[in-house]
């Protein structure tokens, strides 16, 4: 039976390891790596430089490519594919190297809007798995943290959803504050910005932060600047953001 160990990083920090995240780390006898190539190699060299940071005699490292996601057959279909190319890596990693204890960094936490649990029960129809999650600071955790704010407002909902949700639907139905991730087109743009408030961050908890708030009018285009800026000079961003509406009366 091999043990595969999702360990949920967080946002970039060391500081958002927990004490089970380190010992998992350290009881691996593999850590996967996956590498995008290019201007998101950074991505793979945080997880080294996070193990090493962490640990006094890391486990070996293996770098494997990730596939790229084909948008020709839709968006779920082309997700579904997708996810089986990268359960195809992760198996020919996992027995290249004969791994009993592998793990993988995920980052913010693997339950949270995160395909890796998905991909894992793919490598599970292959090989004998045992999968064990370690729960990490989510983004949003981070987010609120940042900001120095409550996620929801006294006694009332807060709906977790993303960009394409909001560009597709529209503000969702039943709240009044809502999380959006997965967001790469900044799909608040699309909604009235009337009386709607945002909390934006980006690389949190990491040296390059970057924080804006204020009413959506206001606060909208300084983060398309802001997030402009950041991904010419690091190649990628990681960004999140709360909005709140705040009806007339």
């Given at each position: 039976?091999?043990?595969?160990?999702?360990?949920?990083?967080?946002?970039?920090?060391?500081?958002?390891?927990?004490?089970?995240?380190?010992?998992?780390?350290?009881?691996?006898?593999?850590?996967?790596?996956?590498?995008?190539?290019?201007?998101?190699?950074?991505?793979?060299?945080?997880?080294?430089?996070?193990?090493?940071?962490?640990?006094?005699?890391?486990?070996?490292?293996?770098?494997?490519?990730?596939?790229a996601r084909?948008?020709?057959?839709?968006?779920?279909?082309?997700?579904?594919?997708?996810?089986?190319?990268?359960?195809?890596?992760?198996?020919?990693?996992?027995?290249?190297?004969?791994?009993?204890?592998?793990?993988?960094?995920?980052?913010?936490?693997?339950?949270?809007?995160?395909?890796?649990?998905?991909?894992?029960?793919?490598?599970?129809?292959?090989?004998?798995?045992?999968?064990?999650?370690?729960?990490?600071?989510?983004?949003?955790?981070?987010?609120?943290?940042?900001?120095?704010?409550?996620?929801?407002?006294?006694?009332?909902?807060?709906?977790i959803t993303?960009?394409?949700?909001?560009?597709?639907?529209?503000?969702?139905?039943?709240?009044?504050?809502?999380?959006?991730m997965l967001?790469?087109?900044?799909?608040?743009?699309?909604?009235?910005?009337?009386?709607?408030?945002?909390?934006?961050?980006?690389?949190?908890?990491?040296?390059?932060?970057?924080?804006?708030?204020?009413?959506?009018?206001?606060?909208?285009?300084?983060?398309?600047?802001?997030?402009?800026?950041?991904?010419?000079?690091?190649?990628?961003?990681?960004?999140?953001?709360?909005?709140?509406?705040?009806?007339?009366?």
């Amino acid at each position: 039976m091999i043990a595969l160990t999702l360990i949920g990083i967080g946002t970039g920090s060391p500081g958002h390891l927990t004490r089970d995240g380190i010992a998992a780390m350290a009881a691996a006898d593999l850590i996967l790596i996956p590498s995008k190539g290019g201007d998101k190699a950074d991505l793979a060299q945080l997880r080294q430089a996070l193990c090493r940071r962490v640990l006094t005699s890391p486990p070996p490292m293996a770098l494997f490519d990730m596939p790229a996601r084909e948008a020709k057959h839709g968006y779920r279909q082309g997700v579904e594919a997708w996810h089986d190319a990268i359960a195809d890596q992760w198996e020919k990693v996992i027995r290249s190297h004969g791994a009993i204890r592998p793990a993988l960094l995920v980052w913010g936490d693997p339950s949270l809007y995160d395909s890796t649990l998905r991909i894992a029960e793919r490598v599970a129809r292959r090989l004998p798995l045992n999968l064990r999650v370690i729960p990490g600071i989510t983004a949003i955790q981070a987010l609120c943290a940042a900001h120095v704010i409550p996620l929801n407002a006294v006694a009332e909902p807060v709906t977790i959803t993303t960009g394409r949700q909001i560009r597709d639907h529209g503000w969702p139905p039943g709240t009044d504050r809502a999380v959006v991730m997965l967001d790469g087109d900044c799909a608040f743009q699309s909604l009235d910005p009337q009386g709607v408030r945002i909390w934006w961050g980006a690389f949190l908890g990491m040296p390059e932060e970057l924080l804006i708030a204020g009413p959506l009018a206001e606060a909208g285009p300084r983060i398309l600047a802001a997030r402009a800026r950041a991904r010419a000079a690091h190649g990628w961003i990681m960004d999140i953001y709360l909005l709140e509406r705040r009806p007339a009366g």
